[in-house]
T-cell receptor
Framework: SQKIEQNSEALNIQEGKTATLTCNYTNYSPAYLQWYRQDPGRGPVFLLL?????KEKRKERLKVTFDTTLKQSLFHITASQPADSATYLC?????????????FGAGTRLAVHP | NAGVTQTPKFQVLKTGQSMTLQCAQDMNHEYMSWYRQDPGMGLRLIHYSVGAGITDQGEVPNGYNVSRSTTEDFPLRLLSAAPSQTSVYFC???????????????FGSGTRLTVV
């Protein structure tokens, strides 16, 4: 079955450093991969999308890479701030699953310390 | 715009009771979905709809019904609540395929359901 894995352990980093989160998947050939941010008690908020034919995407302090050979995406937050503390979810769609059916990972909690 | 509105925010049910979780969006989005979120398991798709009158099952549909009589509303019905349905439920919407691919889903703030 399709499976998405994200680090279950929280990632703790110092303010100003770069945070790197990992998303690995198996038994799936997605057309694109999305990253969402979720704060406690709230719904996920869309951040970035990267397509299967793209290697890297940037948006302000965010950078996403997508390696379809390794079946892995890396999500980077540069110059991290305490306000970046949240849970980050990756989601896959497309391919045999259809574009309207997002499959989510369990998320990685990021804590940025002053 | 209000975005995606879910009601109620909290609910406690007894085993065997039925109820409807409401979801409404005012963005004229065609795609709507229901997810449940449990600790350590991520968001799992329950049911989804690509337009009024069209619904389909997701990954975990058992015990839930949906209907889509209008573009705006997509209620989720629990037929006979069970403790295994204790979860946080999220409704999400998107304009369509191209919008979804570029802007993702817009999520509601969730309904926290406890079945005792």
């Amino acid at each position: 079955s399709q499976k998405i894995e994200q680090n279950s352990e929280a990632l703790n980093i110092q303010e100003g450093k770069t945070a790197t989160l990992t998303c690995n998947y198996t038994n799936y050939s997605p057309a694109y991969l999305q990253w969402y941010r979720q704060d406690p008690g709230r719904g996920p908020v869309f951040l970035l999308l990267i397509r299967e034919n793209e290697k890297e995407k940037r948006k302000e302090r965010l950078k996403v890479t997508f390696d379809t050979t390794l079946k892995q995406s890396l999500f980077h937050i540069t110059a991290s701030q305490p306000a970046d503390s949240a849970t980050y979810l990756c989601a896959l769609a497309g391919g045999s699953g259809g574009y309207n059916k997002l499959i989510f990972g369990a998320g990685t909690r990021l804590a940025v310390h002053p | 715009n209000a975005g995606v509105t879910q009601t109620p925010k909290f609910q406690v049910l007894k085993t065997g009771q039925s109820m409807t979780l409401q979801c409404a969006q005012d963005m004229n989005h065609e795609y709507m979905s229901w997810y449940r979120q449990d600790p350590g398991m991520g968001l799992r798709l329950i049911h989804y709809s690509v337009g009024a009158g069209i619904t389909d099952q997701g990954e975990v549909p058992n015990g839930y019904n949906v209907s889509r009589s209008t573009t705006e509303d997509f209620p989720l019905r629990l037929l006979s609540a069970a403790p295994s349905q204790t979860s946080v439920y999220f409704c999400a919407s998107s304009l369509g395929d191209s919008w979804l691919a570029n802007y993702g889903y817009t999520f509601g703030s969730g309904t926290r359901l406890t079945v005792v």
